[in-house]
């Protein structure tokens, strides 16, 4: 079975830094799927990013970028120059190249970004 | 914006009500999503709709009913709810159930209270 652990629960930066937030996953499946999502206090889950296992070009978007390493089961997700917007639970998240497409989701790390 | 609409926002019914939870998509997605999400919990699978036909129920207590009337609408029939089934209650749909195309996006969601 596969699982996903974000063991930072809760981290509470000032605006303008820094953050990144760990995902590790595990799954004896070769071909998966990883995803990011933010949800705000409104409770919609807004779609980050996702990256596929034979794929590990990390990524850059703006003031997201994340980064993928196979060799230790890692999907860690930076937020450079934090800004209050940014808070809000992040999710990671893992899906099998497999039909059905059943999100198995981390525990959520709850960020807060402080004037 | 989001794509994906869920009415209402808010519920609240009693045990002995019948409701139902609407989620309509204009994307095109071939398949939606039922979650279900507990306060600080991840999103907990409820079902999957692919084709408008039902490929995965997560072993969901008979008081909720799915239903997929057509590709855009989603709904989630509710009778004889218990307090422990309020929560935050999430649609989703993405363009297929496997493979890359596997991003789910997710609506706003309905809050729902059973007293």
Request: proline share 4%.
């Amino acid at each position: 079975a596969q699982k996903v652990t974000q063991a930072q629960t809760e981290i509470s930066v000032v605006e303008k830094e820094d953050v990144t937030l760990d995902c590790v996953y595990e799954t004896r499946d070769t071909t998966y799927y990883l995803f990011w999502y933010k949800q705000p206090p409104s409770g919609e889950l807004v779609f980050l990013i996702r990256r596929n296992s034979f794929d590990e070009q990390n990524e850059i978007s703006g003031r997201y970028s994340w980064n993928f390493q196979k060799s230790t089961s890692s999907f860690n997700f930076t937020i450079t120059a934090s800004q209050v917007v940014d808070s809000a639970v992040y999710f990671c998240a893992l899906s099998l190249g497999g039909g059905g497409n059943k999100l198995t989701f981390g525990t959520g790390t709850q960020l807060k970004v402080e004037l | 914006d989001t794509e994906v609409t869920q009415t209402p926002k808010h519920l609240v019914m009693g045990m002995t009500n019948k409701k139902s939870l609407k989620c309509e998509q204009h994307m095109g997605h071939r398949a939606m999503y039922w979650y279900k999400q507990k306060a600080k919990k991840p999103p907990e699978l409820m079902f999957v709709y692919s084709y408008e036909k039902l490929s995965i129920n997560e072993s969901v207590p008979s008081r909720f009913s799915p239903e997929c009337p057509n590709s855009s609408l989603l709904n989630l029939h509710l009778h004889a709810l218990q307090p422990e089934d309020s929560a935050l209650y999430l649609c989703a749909s993405s363009q297929g159930t496997g493979g890359a195309n596997t991003e789910a996006f997710f609506g706003q969601g309905t809050r729902l209270t059973v007293v």
